[in-house]
């Protein structure tokens, strides 16, 4: 029945539990089938067999003790063993090995934050290494998010004011997909990180030089991709339309005026100063709501970035 | 499966029985309309229970958060106001049972006197409330964000505000329901003197006793709540 | 004694009287000034029906956004992620308190529930209008919401996103709180009919199980509903003046808003459902023609989920930061509360079992309403499941639930009893054939609708998503495709059913051959319900004696 497996859950089984929670998910479905089968294939049959014939009569029953406690009972214990076999599988995650690497995670409208123990932090990536017990410690900056990766089968409220936790060890080598799951405004959808379980040497190598995909691609190609992925098409349009942030199409090279009243030229200062200290020059027209991803872009990141924006004339 | 006991009436004011003028014309009886008002009452009530029980809740997961502002804001009240407040509403209750007895019995003048000393009782109390809440201003106890006394041992927390936006919020709900019990004991002392209630007809002075009681017993619990905790 | 019953053809045993409720009085000052349960029932009815239709509308406006990823309507872009997210929280606002809290009892039960006791009215006929104005109020307020700026939190005004945003939110939450009280006062006036306004010689066990299930609705509005109603004052006092309770960035606890929000609206569902239940009692053992099984445990099971809905609400929260201690007991009680659902169902077969069965769309609606509902209720236990809900909270999978459940099981049984009631409150018989065909298409499209959302959800499809992966867009289609079958089985179901007030035949007293007491008065009543008292001389749901000549 795996086919049937993969059609109602994630095809993936990224965690050390998804398997058991997928097994627990199809148990109750059969249940749910056998359940449902019983109370539907008599009601069809006594649509059948009982339909209207004049003149017949009915017996008055109005109760058999006996079959209503058993109906009663029954029911009761299967849902008796379910409890405990849905808390069973519940602590294994809601109570961490003692071993586990602790990442903190700081989710905002609308992207993710990861740090990892040596300081280095992403945006909208989580590297983890396989078969590694890991601890996510969340918070918001805002409004409530949720932390789920379908893969993993793992989910959990991220509260402004808080923190809250939750432990998983990946087991399958892959990319995986994260979503918010809390709704938080317009930008809840666009709310995606990428979760890349890596082996462990793939996974060292990351942490040092963030990988190496920005080799096969143009700088502006990857410019462009990080202008997707770390969060600044929430707020910046390439078409020429204002948003919550002035818009990149044809800015390069050109005067714009700031809010104190001064004009500068758009040139790769500039853009790498907005990217580090976005209160610094503030455009007229907007507020000073951009975040600063000081310790967040690697300097690959940054050069495509800037060699992108040029590229919008 | 179904017989006749008696025609229902088609022209509704041509009755060929009596009953009183109070009767509405859906109950058989002037019983089954006291005792059905009264039922209803009592499931207002419970609403009333529930919506302060809801603010009752509040506080004290607040006050689990913030115990070391909850107890030092506590100081800030006048427990001598509190404590008369609460023997004025103990004494409104008896004359408001009085009130009742009195319309049972027929007795519209001194039903009318209790009405109106039950008023004047809540008069007090809200006076007093008042000059507690002039007091309160102007040492900056404000509510939520208006929040401005100095000289708290922990500034800049919010609890101080928290406790003040729930008092402000539960003595000025139960401060309305007093309001709104004022208005009703008038209306209904007025209509005593008129000699409209009488042992045949008293419902309203006993559902409105009722409502005050509930006013009075959730002051029972709000003082201990925010005086006398030390 | 015996009675030979035709039902359907012939008109009853007396004369159709000349004055009834509908033109004893006329002019629209005699309506909206009525004390007459029936004419309030009426007005309602219009009223929730309305609400729905624009409910609806707001559906289909969500699943036409959700047709592709890139929401486009012959090429076109035409929404954006902010007007997604106002239409969905519409519609989750204006249906759960505009329509599906108020539909069954202020509409249906506050026409037929005195005329089953035998009364001649509800207990408080003027708070009953008074509820009626409420409402009214309520719902200017929610549609002016709307025009001046919409809501876009989510019909569930989880902090802190709805204690900062822009938007009506404080005109919409205070036309929940007004529409509150309008619920408040259905089911105080409920409670009070059923305890003192029954028929002479009527007991508690006598009582049809309608009102049974309508008293069971009325406990639950008097004690949760002043919970929400201070729950949203709080919730606007932090957005004007920053109490700091729910809004963590001045020391507020977000999750606090959940609780209390859950403390009314766990509960709340039960008042969508026990209403349409109790409908179901009175569908099948009226087309069953036979007395139903197990009075006293139906019965027992309404009051006991009525008390039970009241303590399982953290189940909202096992992801949202509630302790693990919270949530095992959470889950052990939400097992609980599945039982007494069970027991009905298995109640209702056996009432078919032997029974004589004719399939007119009251009957279609209440099996269907089996069918739906036992999947709603099944697909419950795997949120009860405290593991398998971290990984289906929050996803398509419990959207599908509940919309099996509320609309599967109340809107559907809503229809039925609309169906059941419409040749006694309108004196007027509907078309079967278009009934029939509308119930057809209504069940199809519901299950096209939102099956085919269980299977997004468990795949790992979040709720109140704009934009999706593309791996779902086939599923998402589909779904959209459902809900025009569906709007449109339900627009059929508004036509022919108007369109019978002026062309249907007329009613027969008693139709249906029914057993309660409403039956036994004219379709439509007289003013005062019944021209002779009712005195009640049998047991409730008696068939015997009763032999059916013909359908």
Known sequence: MEWLRRLLLPIDQGSEFAKHIDFMYMAIFWLSVVMFLGLMIPMCWFAWRYRFKAGRVTPHQTHNTTMEIVWTVVPLLLCVGLFFWGIIGYMEFAVGPGESMEIQVTAKQWLWQFEFPDGTRAVNELHVPVNKSIHLVMTSEDVLHDFYIPDMRVKRDIVPGRYTEYWFTPTTVGEHVSTCAEYCGKGHSDMKAKVFVDTPEAFAKWMETGGDEWMRHTPEEWGKIQYEQKGCQSCHNVDGTKSKGPTWKGIWGHPVKLNNGTTVVVDEAYLRESMMQPGAKVVEGFENIMPTFQGLLRENEIRGLVAYIKSLQ | ?230 | MEHTLTSGSVLGDRPRPVKNYLNETTGIKSWLTTVDHKRIGIMYLCAVCTAFLLGGIFALLVRLSLLNPQHTLFGKQWVTAEMYNRFFTLHGAIMVFLFIIPAIPASLANFVLPMMLGAKDVAFPRINLMSFYLWCIGAVMAIGSMVIGAVDTGWTFYTPYSTTTDGAVGLMTMAVFILGFSSIFTGLNFIATVHKLRAPGMGWFDMPLFVWGIYATGVIQILATPVLAITLVLLLIERVFQIGIFDSRIGGDPVLFQHFFWFYSHPAVYIMILPGMAIISEIIPTFSRKTIFGYRAIAYSSVSLALLSFIVWGHHLFVAGESDLANVVFSALTFLVAIPSGVKMFNWLTTMYKGNISFETPMLYAMSFLFLFAIGGLTGIFFSTLAVDIHLTDTYFVVAHFHYVMMGGTVIAFLGGLHYWWPKMTGRMYSEKWGRIATALVFIGFNMTFGSQFIMGGQGMPRRYFNYLDQFQPIHAFSTYGSWVLGSGLFMTAIYLLASLKTGPLAPDNPWGGTTMEWESSSPPVVHNFEEQPVFEHEPYDYRHRTVTHV
């Open chain 2, 1 to 230: 499966m179904s017989t006749t006991t008696e025609v229902l009436h088609q022209d509704p004011h041509g009755h060929g029985g009596e009953h009183d003028p109070h009767q509405q014309h859906h109950f058989t009886t002037m019983e089954q309309q006291f005792d059905t008002s009264k039922i209803g009452m009592w499931l207002f009530l419970a609403t009333e229970v529930l919506t302060f029980g809801g603010l009752f809740a509040g506080f004290g997961l607040m006050q689990s958060k913030y115990p070391m502002e909850f107890i030092e804001a506590h100081e800030k009240l006048k427990r001598w106001a509190g404590a008369t407040n609460t023997v004025v509403l103990l004494v409104s209750s008896f004359t408001a049972v009085m009130a009742v007895l009195m319309a049972r019995t027929n007795q519209a003048k001194k039903c009318a006197m209790y009405l109106w000393l039950t008023v004047g009782c809540a008069g007090i109390f809200m006076c007093i409330k008042a000059y507690e809440y002039t007091h309160d201003f102007e040492e900056g106890l404000y509510p939520a964000k208006y929040y401005s006394h100095v000289g708290d041992l922990i500034p800049g927390s919010h609890g101080y505000a928290t406790f003040f936006s729930f008092y402000f919020m539960m003595t000025g709900l139960h401060g309305l329901h007093v309001l709104i019990g004022m208005g009703l004991m008038s209306w209904l002392a007025i209509r005593a003197s008129r000699g409209e209630f009488s042992d045949k007809y008293y419902t309203p002075v006993d559902l409105i006793a009722l409502f005050w009681h509930l006013v009075d017993l959730i002051w029972i619990y709000l003082f201990p709540l925010y005086y006398l905790i030390t």
